[in-house]
T-cell receptor, first 114, second 114 residues
């Protein structure tokens, strides 16, 4: 069965600094990996996804993530944080088999310091 | 293309009552999943429906039930409401096709049980 672990339920970075949100997954077969963002009182919005091919994936709002099979990781980064990036971020994993529901991590709340 | 629509957006109910929430998926999406989100437990999977059949079920009591109609619209029902059922309920739809299985979320229904 798949699982996702997000390290750090809260992360604070200064405006303009590097954003790094960590995600490790467990899957017995090649996974599909996702990052979602949630703003207050809103649903989740897809930031980016990895299915196959290039391991560095670029998403919306300047975010990107790199699939590292050897480390079973899919960390989310952004070179320069903006105040509008303050939100909760969820990493998720799925595989295409009979039981292919998407499994979400517990989320990381990103705080941007002025 | 219209997104996922959840109704109502906000709901206040009394303990012991029952509630029905509605979700209209993106046109063409046959998979609908439901999640409960609370500050303490994070995002928890309730169940998934595909072509009117329940495919997956999370670890929730039988008071939580759902169904899907032939037009892919889905409803979830919670009977005998408890205070702990207060949460944001999110619905997500998906194509459930290879490389196109990301979930698209509605804005959620905020349920408050008093």
């Amino acid at each position: 069965a798949q699982s996702v672990t997000q390290l750090g339920s809260h992360v604070s970075v200064s405006e303009g600094a590097l954003v790094l949100l960590r995600c490790n997954y467990s899957s017995s077969v090649p996974p599909y990996l996702f990052w979602y963002v949630q703003y207050p009182n809103q649903g989740l919005q897809l930031l980016l996804k990895y299915t196959t091919g290039a391991t560095l994936v670029k998403g919306i709002n300047g975010f990107e993530a790199e699939f590292k099979k050897s480390e079973t990781s899919f960390h989310l980064t952004k070179p320069s944080a903006h105040m509008s990036d303050a939100a909760e971020y969820f990493c998720a994993v799925s595989v295409m088999n009979r039981d292919d529901k998407i499994i979400f991590g517990k989320g990381t709340r990103l705080h941007i310091l002025p | 293309k219209a997104g996922v629509t959840q109704t109502p957006r906000y709901l206040i109910k009394t303990r012991g009552q029952q509630v029905t929430l509605s979700c209209s998926p993106i046109s063409g999406h046959r998979s609908v999943s439901w999640y409960q989100q609370t500050p303490g437990q994070g995002l928890q999977f309730l169940f998934e429906y595909f072509s009117e059949t329940q495919r997956n079920k999370g670890n929730f009591p039988g008071r939580f039930s759902g169904r899907q109609f032939s037009n892919s619209r889905s409803e979830m029902n919670v009977s005998t409401l408890e205070l702990g059922d207060s949460a944001l309920y999110l619905c997500a739809s998906s194509l459930r096709a290879r490389d196109k299985n990301e979930a698209f979320f509605g804005q959620g229904t905020r349920l408050t049980v008093v």
